[in-house]
């Protein structure tokens, strides 16, 4: 178990609606990042955010945004689906930028 | 900007055989490397990290990687495999200012009885 709880598992949704992933970092880490990972590209780091703060952005669609509470727990919202979005989106958080990242067991997302 | 490179999307070692995945690396900064694991229908787990210091770096599970500054390598290792190490392998770098970690495109790898 590595401490870092998404939700839900899976989520099946249609092409145009909107979803909220949610992840909560294991305690005592201050960075949460997301990535999604699809067969065809991989492993894609999506977006970093420290103790509230946006830190780094990676191939992160505008379709897409996500947050960092001061609870430290972190929602990725998906909107406009599509059906290249369905994917494994995974949640992990670290102690500081250079840590090993402790990752969740993802959300598996199916857009129809 | 920094980048990893694994040869070899599949590889199949009988069990007991010598375990060899390779990584890599493009870094223009000293780079923090890592192994990561993931077993079907779960998150991602750390085998080992290379910050600094001894350049052959032991994980969990009896695997080992070194990093070879020389060859831009961190090639994963392990003596002997089991059937339980069947699974994806991620090699992946952290290297510049936005610490971001970034993954290679995974190694498959089956273990034949």
């Known amino acids: 178990d590595s401490g870092v709880t998404q939700t839900p598992k899976h989520l099946i949704t249609a092409t145009g609606q909107r979803v909220t992933l949610r992840c909560s970092p294991r305690s005592g880490d201050l960075s949460v990042y997301w990535y999604q990972q699809s067969l065809d590209q991989g492993l894609q780091f999506l977006i970093q955010y420290y103790n509230g703060e946006e830190r780094a952005k990676g191939n992160i669609l505008e379709r897409f945004s996500a947050q960092q509470f001061p609870d430290l727990h972190s929602e990725l919202n998906l909107s406009s689906l599509e059906l290249g979005d369905s994917a494994l989106y995974f949640c992990?958080?670290?102690?500081?930028?250079?840590?090993?990242?402790?990752f969740g067991n993802g959300t598996r997302l199916t857009v129809t | 900007a920094q980048s990893v490179t694994q040869l070899g999307s599949h590889v199949s070692v009988s069990e007991g055989a010598l375990v060899l995945l390779r990584c890599n690396y493009s870094?223009?900064?000293?780079?923090?490397l890592f192994w990561y694991v993931q077993y079907p229908n779960q998150g991602l787990q750390l085998l080992l990290k290379y910050t600094t210091g001894a350049t052959l770096v032991k994980g969990i599970n009896g695997f080992e990687a070194e990093f070879k500054k020389s060859e831009t390598s961190f090639h994963l290792t392990k003596p002997s495999a089991h059937m339980s190490d069947a699974a994806e392998y991620f090699c992946a770098v952290i290297g510049g200012a936005t610490n971001k970690l970034i993954f290679g495109t995974g190694t498959l790898l089956a273990v034949q009885p």
């Open positions: 870094s223009s900064v000293p780079p923090y």
């Open positions: 992990a958080s670290s102690v500081e930028g250079t840590s090993p990242l402790h």
